[in-house]
């Protein structure tokens, strides 16, 4: 089975704050993302990574960014947390398969 | 512009009943469509997939038909029950860059009642 885990299940943080949020996959997988989940809006597109060092933007990378220096481990950097990233946040990796495994979600706060 | 839409953000339906969830798309260049399931502070699970080659998968309880002149695909679930109660999105898979990304739908919320 497939397994991707986010480091925190639960976040606060405060506005202003650098904020971490790590990732690893077992599946050495070349592809990982970053997706936000806000109701209505289905899931968004952050940030992907095709291989280590290489990333690309996603649909709304605005006040992000990423790191990818293993090929196991994605990490999404909130650069100065502001509310209205106050959100849910997924990590996914894909193999060669079309679908994504997907890790159980940060829920993040920004106070 | 979404390229995966879902019209209805919820649906309820009575345990024992058909839910049907539907999803229409913009792209007519998408070759495999996905449905998730995910339940509240959890990632989403994939569901079951369909290729644009066919029109019918069945997986169980689940079948995913697939209506390429319509741009549309609905997810049946039979016999509805209350653990199917969750949020359900579709996706696609699409080339952007240098890599393969999901696109998703704003997902639907199912509600089996007992």
């Known amino acids: 089975d497939v397994k991707v885990t986010q480091s925190s299940r639960y976040l606060v943080k405060r506005t202003g704050e650098k904020v971490f949020l790590e990732c690893v996959q077992d599946m050495d997988h070349e592809n990982m993302f970053w997706y936000r989940q806000d109701p209505g809006l289905g899931l968004r597109l952050i940030y992907f990574?095709?291989?280590?060092?290489?990333?690309e933007k996603g649909d709304i990378p605005e006040g992000y960014s990423v790191s990818r220096e293993k090929k196991e481990r994605f990490s999404l950097i909130l650069e100065s947390a502001s509310t209205n990233q106050t959100s849910m946040y997924l990590c996914a990796s894909r193999g060669d398969r079309a679908e994504a495994f997907f890790g159980q979600g940060t829920r993040l706060t920004v106070v | 512009d979404q390229q995966v839409k879902q019209n209805s953000p919820s649906l309820s339906v009575q345990e024992g009943r058909i839910s049907i969830l539907n999803c229409d798309y913009t792209n007519s260049m998408f070759d495999y469509f996905l449905w998730y399931k995910k339940y509240p502070a959890e990632g989403p699970t994939f569901l079951i997939s369909?290729?644009?080659?066919?029109d019918k998968n069945e997986d169980g309880r689940f079948t995913v038909f697939l209506n390429k002149s319509a741009k549309h695909l609905s997810l049946h679930i039979v016999p509805s029950q209350p653990g199917d109660s969750a949020v359900y999105f579709c996706?696609?898979?699409?080339?952007?860059?240098?890599?393969?990304?999901?696109?998703f739908g704003s997902g639907t919320q199912l509600t089996v009642l007992p």
């Open positions: 990574s095709y291989d280590v060092k290489m990333k």
């Open positions: 369909i290729s644009s080659i066919k």
């Open positions: 996706a696609a898979p699409y080339s952007s860059g240098s890599a393969r990304q999901l696109t």
